[in-house]
């Protein structure tokens, strides 16, 4: 379930910029309309905080991995949107009306939940993948051993996501190795999916 930050009107971007500037919520701007990010279970944010430190042991020096925290511009569509993680190679790119979103990242990854699984996978994926510069777009999945990768090729993008599961690797752009998807999960969640948390 979304919240929404409810206008007399549609809000103007200038309008979400102010709301989120005084806000201790994060929010998205989607088609006008101004929407709290719903906070993480403990398994969603124990394999964000995982992946944060599997990417900072794989990253080149010429790239930087974001937080959740991290804002992006969706020129395509005009909305605000935010990714549980992401690389940027070089340096940040920013459009000149919000100085705090970035429109470059080279991987987004997406933590999947029950309540946003269905925007993960649909409007946000082609969000992200309408950015030049994005080759990798990351769903993981916060109740079952599974990664899934939507890669972009000289083609364009592929139509079905990669799927790996436990005892698999896979690899992502720019990063200097691959991942197995045991690391992410090892001590959140058992072979079966099961909470280790609980």
């Known amino acids: 379930m979304k919240a929404l930050l409810h206008l007399p009107c549609p809000a103007t971007y200038a309008d979400y910029l102010a709301a989120e500037q005084n ?81 470059n990242p080279v991987v987004v990854v997406e933590v999947l939940s029950p309540t946003t699984q269905g925007d993960d996978e649909g409007e946000k994926r082609r969000d992200f993948q309408s950015l030049p510069s994005l080759q990798a777009y990351v769903m993981v999945t916060q109740d079952a051993r599974c990664v899934k990768v939507y890669r972009r090729t000289d083609r364009g993008w592929r139509d079905e996501p990669d799927a790996y599961r436990g005892g698999e690797r896979f690899e992502l752009p720019r990063l200097t190795r691959a991942f197995a998807v045991d690391e992410i999960y090892d001590n959140i969640l058992d072979a079966g999916g099961r909470s280790l948390l609980r």
Not at 23 to 31: G, K, L, Q, V
Not at 33 to 48: F, K, P, Y
Request: glycine share 14%; charged share 25%; aromatic share 10%.
């Open 23 to 103: 806000s201790e919520r994060r929010h998205e701007f989607i088609d006008g309309v101004i929407v709290a990010m719903a906070g993480g279970s403990d398994e969603h944010n124990a394999i964000g905080f995982r992946l944060s430190a599997l990417f900072g042991s794989r990253m080149p020096p010429e790239c930087r991995g974001y937080s959740a925290d991290q804002r992006f511009w969706i020129e395509a569509t005009g909305r605000g949107r935010y990714g549980d993680g992401s690389i940027i190679y070089g340096k940040p790119e920013h459009p000149a009306h919000d100085p705090q979103a970035t429109t």
